[in-house]
């Protein structure tokens, strides 16, 4: 058989392409695994966006990728130095691990931190962190929104959570829940409050009752609900929207009712007030004292204005000054001396000493010693005066005495108006007839 140079180079050739066609077939599987690699890496990229801080410490496998998610292992960190981590369509969970930006911005829509955050002049968008926020050196501020912090319960379920606190109270146990407490947590004799709704400042205050306040002073406490106290010290209010506005030692017990200062004061009653002084005490409903020392208000809209150790037992009754004087009757006044007594029903008693007007509308305008005892009597002045009878009248003068109805003595010494209608003056005289008068020099 002849050979011609075409019989070698065939097989030649069939061989060469047969092992091309297989290189191109392995180099196609290799193309298409590097453009998968690629497309990774582009993902990758993107998510990181150019951050040439980004450091993964990809030999201990810290981070986790799926496609949509990256997560970062336990005991790994996240550090960006500086530029933009931008989270898409995605979340970025960091479990018992650090997300730590030094001087760049996290932009998320939604940002849920189980575990630790560090964020140094950064800024995120929608944060949900469960567990504890520090801001180190550095201020939290709220522009053109507001700070909402709640115990994740109904407002009236009382927790210790829920509060807004002004300390490093973060070691103390509260009880409290939505409350505002302002004070030294290292203080021998803790602020407290023990209910909801509250705010209380100073030292050593308590509030123990719903929406009770304190704000200021020392020892005080508040244990009544909508009740407050304002810059006291070793005060209560216990009546229910009572207030104690200052002052020493004082008590709001009346539910509504007050007391504006002084030492020692007591507003026991409903709506009762107690505006100053020492030792003070409105025990009547809408009763008031103004201030002096040791005044009593007892009756119901009864006052004491001032003076010392002054009573208005009476309802409606007054007494706006002076000492030890009492007012009884309902509707009685004694407005000053010392020693009176208004007894009867709106009796009065102007000054003077030791004069009592115990009938009904009777009066006693001054002097010392004086009586009236029959309704509708008088004595303007004088001592040792009586008015016993009904409308009459003693003027002046000394030991004199009228009984009769609408008789008048009108003044002189030791004379008597018995007869009703009669008059006397002078010394010494007795008219004891009806319409009888008598005057001598």
Known sequence: MKFTIHHILYPVLLFLGVVTYYEVQHNKVELKQIKKEVEHLKTVSRRAEENAGLNDQPKTKCIKDNGSIVVLKKKCGLTLTEGTLTIKKGKLFAKKSDVQLS?????????????TATMKDATAKNIEVTGDVLVRDGDMQVSNGNLYV?????????NGNGNIVLGNWKNRVLKGSHNILVGDPEASSLNKVESYGGIITGSNNKATAKYAVVIGGKGNEAKAPYCAILGAI????????????????????GDSSSVGGGIGNEANGLDSSVTGGFHNTANGIDSSVSGGSKGIAKG????????????AN?????VTGGRSNVASGDDSAVT????????????SVTEGYYNEASGKLSSVSGGSFNIANGEDSSVTGGFYNKANGDLSTVSGG??????GKYSTVSGGRSNYASGSDSSVSGVGNTASEKGATIYTP
Do not use: P, R, W, Y
Not at 398 to 403: F, K, M, R, Y
């Open 234 to 253: 070793d005060s209560e209010c216990v009546g229910s929207g009572s207030t104690v506005t200052g002052g020493k030692d004082n008590i709001a017990e």
């Open 398 to 403: 000394s030991t004199n005495v009228a009984s």
């Open 150 to 158: 709640h115990n994740a319960q109904e407002f009236e379920t009382v």
């Open 314 to 318: 009476g309802d409606n009754s007054t």
């Open 336 to 347: 000053g001396g010392f020693d009176n007594k208004a007894s009867g029903e709106f009796g």
């Open 300 to 311: 119901e809209v009864s006052s004491v204005t001032g003076g010392f150790n002054n009573k």
């Open 103 to 115: 001087s760049g911005n996290l932009q998320a829509t939604n940002l849920t931190v189980t575990g």
